[in-house]
């Protein structure tokens, strides 16, 4: 299946996308939290505790966030689950570094590791997790059929898949005004926040071409997975994608 998101790229070079990605949180680590609350009026938090409560039906202990950025979600499983451990893998040193003084200052150190590494190619044996977790970072990857794939290699039999990611709505009423604020405000604010200033023109660009909904199903189908299913929230602006190995 082809996959438009592989080919929106972060920077206009020759490199490919894993490598510009990572250029490209790097540069706006510092920045990164500030924007994500900005850009969804703080609503990112609604989405991610809605996520929290899908996965703690499922009672999981070992936890691998991917593409875990600054960690939010890695934190937020920690404190609200009974669990023994979270790992969070990101492309991006500089978003760890971060991530691991938020994990600090939070008092998780004990419940929560966060590790530089490829999502294409994790650094963990087969049949390790209960559950795995991403959060608006699948529309990141270079191979996105590859990288569900690596998730189900790591994934234990009977364990959870949960996927929160940014959505276009469409709603005719909703969908001009959503347009308007991700071509245009975005970009303008996160050239006054970050010295990186493509890196919030190709948010948007990436959000409008990463599979939603049914084919988004269909690559998760396609890598092994069973019970595939999604939930839209907020007018079509996120979607939370669920699925499990059989």
């Known amino acids: 299946m082809e996959v438009k998101a592989e080919k929106i790229n972060p920077y206009d070079d020759s490199r490919c996308k894993t490598e510009q990605v990572q250029e490209m949180f790097d540069s706006i680590a510092p920045a990164y939290d500030f924007m994500n ?24 202990k070992n936890i ?19 669990i023994e451990k979270v790992i969070g893998i990101d492309l991006s040193e500089g978003m760890i570094i971060v991530g691991r003084k938020k994990v600090n200052d939070a008092g998780l150190s004990d419940k929560i590791e966060l590790v530089q590494g490829d999502c294409l190619a994790m ?26 794939k690596e998730m189900l290699r790591t994934l234990k039999k009977g364990g959870m898949l949960c996927v929160i990611e940014l ?72 979607t939370i994608y669920t699925a499990f190995k059989l």
């Open 64 to 82: 691998l966030d991917v593409a875990t950025g600054t960690g939010d979600l890695a934190i937020k499983l920690a404190k609200t689950l009974n």
């Open 167 to 238: 959505s276009t709505p469409t709603s005719p009423i909703v969908r001009p005004l959503y347009k308007f604020y991700t071509r245009y405000i975005i970009p303008f604010v996160g050239r006054l926040v970050s010295k990186d200033v493509r890196a919030y023109s190709y948010l948007p660009e990436s959000i409008a071409a990463v599979p939603q909904g049914n084919e988004m199903l269909a690559l998760m189908q396609n890598a092994g997975f069973a019970d595939c299913k999604y939930r839209p929230l907020t007018f079509g602006t996120c």
């Open 123 to 148: 650094p963990f044996a087969d049949d390790t997790f209960d559950c795995i977790t991403v959060a608006y970072g699948v529309r990141n990857f270079e191979r996105l059929e590859a990288g569900y």
């Open 37 to 60: 609350r900005a850009m969804t009026f703080g609503i990112d938090k609604l989405w991610r505790a809605k996520a929290v409560k899908m996965i703690n039906r499922h009672s999981p």
